[in-house]
Each structure stands twice: as structure tokens, then as C-alpha cells.
Nanobody
Framework: QVQVVESGGGSVQAGGSLRLSCAIS????????ISWFRQAPGKEREGVAS?????????FYADSVKGRFTISQDTAKNTVFLQMSGLKFEDTAMYSC????????????????WGQGTQVTVSS
């Protein structure tokens, strides 16, 4: 089993920054791909960014966040971060971290383990 716990959400004005954290525990062998997803009210969940924890290689960034968001990790703490800068009103969403073993995917249904989510609210 893998446990996923997100933190770091909050309210920020447009143009501001936040850093989300995703702490992974348990069977980390089954969680070599970590992805951030987000879901705004009335919208479908979308992939934001993914990273391979073994190599630190980034799998993808959504076009809407390229150049503004950065995914990274602290391997000693089994934690993946999502640094968000230049936040826009449309970044407002519930952000969730998900883990899976093997290849990263952009599709949320491919992920086995999910955290409870952390809310990000950007005011314009």
C-alpha cells in the first residue's frame, strides 16, 4: 500500500506563488511515478505535471502551466513538490497528488493511489 498526503494549498492573489507538497509513504516501490492533477468546479480533472521519482525526470507539464509550474522532489523525504508561480485565476482548483508503479500517464484513471487533495484559490 501507498499513502499519499498533500499539503500547501491556500488562497493567493493573482501573480502570487504557492508550493504544494506530496508526501509518499508505504510501498514506495509501487509509486515511481508521481503526478499532480487538478479539478476545478464543473470541470474535468486534468493532469498538471508528472515526475519519475527514480531518475527525477519530468514526464510532462500541461500546456497551461508550462513556464509557471515546476515539479521536483526531495528523495530523502519521499516528497514531491509542485512550485506554482505566476498564478492565475484559472489555476483555482482542488489539486491532488497521485502515484502509480511504472510508466507515467496523463490519464487519472491510470493511478492507483491518491491523496485527499489540497485547495488552491487564486483571486483576481
Amino acid at each position: 500500500q501507498v499513502q499519499v498526503v498533500e499539503s500547501g494549498g491556500g488562497s493567493v492573489q493573482a501573480g502570487g506563488s504557492l508550493r504544494l507538497s506530496c508526501a509518499i509513504s508505504g510501498d514506495t516501490y509501487s509509486s515511481n511515478c508521481i503526478s499532480w492533477f487538478r479539478q476545478a468546479p464543473g470541470k474535468e480533472r486534468e493532469g498538471v505535471a508528472s515526475i519519475y521519482t527514480g531518475s527525477g525526470r519530468t514526464y510532462f507539464y500541461a500546456d497551461s502551466v508550462k513556464g509557471r509550474f515546476t515539479i521536483s522532489q526531495d528523495t530523502a523525504k519521499n516528497t514531491v513538490f509542485l512550485q506554482m508561480s505566476g498564478l492565475k485565476f484559472e489555476d483555482t482548483a482542488m489539486y491532488s497528488c497521485a502515484a502509480r508503479r511504472g510508466v507515467c500517464f496523463q490519464e487519472s484513471y491510470m493511478y492507483n493511489y491518491w491523496g485527499q487533495g489540497t485547495q488552491v484559490t487564486v483571486s483576481s
